[in-house]
């Protein structure tokens, strides 16, 4: 089982530092001109994947020729970049996987892209969207344990489903049990812990998680 970063053509301004993140992942995928953020951050590119129509010709050949894979596909297909790229993780037997660029920008991008966390996890893949200011993840219902992290000091549970059921919070700032949200409901946004960390439980429906801080600019 292997730890995969893909990296999407989402804007450069809310990737994070991902050369923080190298020790975590053990290969990388660049979705178009992800690759290209990659290779200027100094990342080893193991796949670069898609139409590369975001980039220039120059940027196409350095790309070429400093991935291990590389895999042109059509501009006119019927997956998007980022994806191709999950198809690539699935296929690796990836036990976790790391997603940045995938927000910011076009708003149809960034909605699917948080939608493409369902075919990773349908798949019992542990898969996190990431930018500079938000933890992304999605959850079938169980226990869940949550962890006190600094830079994403806020936390949020977003029903991915009309209704989540039976949701119960312990070890946070604001506690809840056995409650349903619904969609359009704001009762679980902006909670903290109040330790180093905390559990999470539900008996039906599907819960984004999502850790974020203040943005900066």
């Not at 291990?68 to 036990?95: C, G, N, Q, W, Y």
């Not at 660029?101 to 990431?130: C, F, M, P, W």
């Not at 919070?169 to 359009?184: A, Q, V």
Request: hydrophobic fraction near 40%; charged fraction near 25%; aromatic fraction near 12%.
């Amino acid at each position: 089982m292997i730890r995969v970063g893909i990296v999407a053509n989402g804007p450069n301004g809310l990737v994070p530092d991902i050369v923080t993140y190298k020790d975590k992942i053990d290969v990388w995928i660049g979705a178009d001109g992800g690759a290209w953020t990659l290779i200027k951050n100094g990342i080893q590119v193991d796949y670069a994947i898609g139409d590369f129509d975001s980039i220039t010709k120059k940027e196409k050949e350095s790309i070429k020729k400093s991935v291990k894979t590389f895999a042109l596909f059509p501009t006119e297909k019927d997956k998007t970049d980022l994806e191709l790229a999950i198809d690539k993780a699935v296929e690796l037997t990836s036990e976790k996987v790391y997603i940045f660029g995938a927000t910011g920008g076009r708003l149809d991008h960034e909605l699917i892209n948080i939608q493409l966390l369902y075919s990773l996890a349908e798949r019992n893949i542990k898969a996190v969207i990431v930018d500079k200011f938000n933890e992304l993840e999605l959850t079938f219902p169980g226990t869940h344990t949550v962890y006190n992290e600094g830079d994403f000091p806020t936390i949020s549970f977003v029903p991915f489903s009309p209704t989540v059921e039976g949701l119960t919070l312990t070890g946070f700032y604001y506690p809840l049990n056995n409650k349903t949200i619904s969609w359009g409901s704001t009762r679980c946004i902006s909670n903290k812990l109040n330790a180093k960390s905390g559990t999470f439980y539900y008996e039906a429906g599907i819960l984004l998680v999502i850790k974020s801080r203040d943005a900066t600019f």
